[in-house]
């Protein structure tokens, strides 16, 4: 057995620390596997690498060869990863698209690339061990435009001939809807236009899913609505932000005064800064959000942590109530006239309003700066070149400065903490700006 006291240190690493003494150990025994003395651990084997190989089994004889592929090759090319949202499993974008992969697919039928799958699937949940698994689909990025005619995209991998996604740069994908995800296996609900306006029984026919971060629970549909993986960051950092060191001691907000304030979200989604406004005790959370599936994803979500929601449809009257969470299923651009409708007083308790869309949310910054009525927080969400931090820092400040004056507002802007939350390429920075602004004047939203 190794003997990981200090005896066993050299003399050069004894009284530096557990860090080095950690390496040194790590050393001795690297030198005693390449020595023979000891053997590592075998790693345990990839549930994926596992189903291919029982999958291939079952292949015609000359299969592979017809295509000039081997089963080294397609394994080394295979995905490794995956992540599960019950009950679906969800591979790694670019996961099964190499030529080789692509070539075989053509050559099988549906009933044998069915068989990879169903091997697959049955091969992850018995590795996570919790519940069965009965949807595969392969991630995508969401695009900013729409993607084209479905009749132009392969309908195993997602691709155009030429092996990329189909966009109409005239037409953004406002929705931010996942229509290049790829599903293997599962039905996903029917396939709807993004443009449709979906029914009751489209709801109760789709494919839904969940998660739980940070102690909640999101629900979405795949087909029709993103979800990102990476906000779980932010999301904590909302849950902590009056109790954390980047806010100032003479602005944290007790719990009890938190139960008094409001929070403004203008791209609520699914909610993923609604839900954590709530959870730390906010007592009323308010959103804007466009996608009808987000909004019943929205819903199924509330539920299911057991808060109450309302939602209120463009032509709706609507009137504060005692719901948790109210979200307005319209444009963000209502928002400014939704609240001046309501009786004086009614909306100085906002305190947060979230501007999370990307890859800027410049287009809601005047409609939030007007909502908050006299102090608080906008979390401004950009995507930023690294280097650009300071310099889109400044210009933040300086725009909601230059527009606070001119709607005659006296007021100190500081861009309190730049929260780098995740890499959205290269380079590239998913950012959010806390923007605090403490008005000189009291006044109604609007007014």
């Not at 909306?347 to 700066?369: F, I």
Request: net charge negative.
């Amino acid at each position: 057995m190794e003997d990981s006291s200090s005896s066993s240190i050299p003399i050069a690493y004894q009284g530096l620390g557990a860090a080095a003494e950690e390496r040194a150990i790590k050393s001795r025994r690297a030198k005693r596997f390449a020595d023979g003395w000891e053997h590592p651990k075998p790693k345990p084997p990839n549930p994926i690498e596992d189903a291919i190989k029982s999958w291939f089994e079952t292949l015609p004889a000359g299969l592979l060869e017809s295509i000039g592929a081997t089963v080294d090759e397609l394994i080394s090319t295979a995905p490794k990863r995956w992540i599960v949202y019950a009950p679906m499993a969800l591979l790694p974008s670019g996961g099964f698209s190499h030529k080789t992969w692509t070539q075989l697919q053509s050559a099988l039928s549906s009933i044998q690339a069915d068989d990879l799958w169903t091997k697959i699937l049955g091969a992850i949940t018995k590795k996570e061990g919790k519940g069965l698994l009965t949807h595969l689909a392969i991630n995508s990025g969401i695009p900013l435009h729409k993607i084209g005619d479905e009749d132009e995209i392969d309908e195993y991998l997602g691709l155009t001939p030429e092996g990329i996604m189909s966009e109409d740069p005239n037409q953004d994908n406002i929705l931010r809807t996942p229509s290049g995800l790829i599903t293997l296996h599962g039905d996903f609900g029917p396939s709807l236009s993004p443009d449709v306006i979906p029914s009751e029984r489209d709801f109760k026919e789709a494919f839904w899913v969940s998660t739980k971060q940070n102690g909640i629970t999101q629900i979405w549909a795949p087909r029709y609505t993103m979800f990102s993986r990476g906000n779980v960051k932010e999301k904590a950092r909302l849950l902590e932000f009056h109790s954390s060191r980047f806010t100032p001691e003479s602005r944290k907000r007790t719990k009890q005064e938190l139960g008094h304030d409001a929070a403004v979200d203008l791209y609520a989604g699914i909610g993923y800064f609604v839900f954590s406004y709530v959870k730390v005790g906010m007592g009323k959370v308010l959103g804007w959000e466009l996608n009808p599936w987000s909004v019943e994803g929205l819903r199924r979500g509330a539920q299911a942590n057991g808060w109450s929601i309302r939602i209120v449809k463009s032509h709706d009257e609507w009137e504060m109530g005692t719901e948790d969470i109210v979200v307005f299923l319209e444009d963000n651009r209502k928002a400014l006239e939704r609240l001046k409708r309501l009786p004086p007083g009614e909306l100085r308790s906002v305190k947060h309003v979230n501007c999370g869309l990307l890859p800027s949310s410049e287009g809601s910054w005047e409609t939030a700066m007007e909502i908050l009525p006299e102090e608080g927080w906008i979390h401004v969400h950009e995507n930023v070149g690294h280097n650009d931090v300071g310099a889109k820092k400044r210009q933040i400040q300086e725009a909601f400065s230059t527009h606070l004056q001119k709607a005659g507002r006296t007021a100190e802007v500081i861009v309190e903490h730049v929260e780098f939350v995740k890499t959205f390429a290269p380079g590239v920075w998913h950012c959010v700006f806390d923007v605090y602004i403490r008005s000189g004047v009291v006044r109604e939203p609007g007014s």
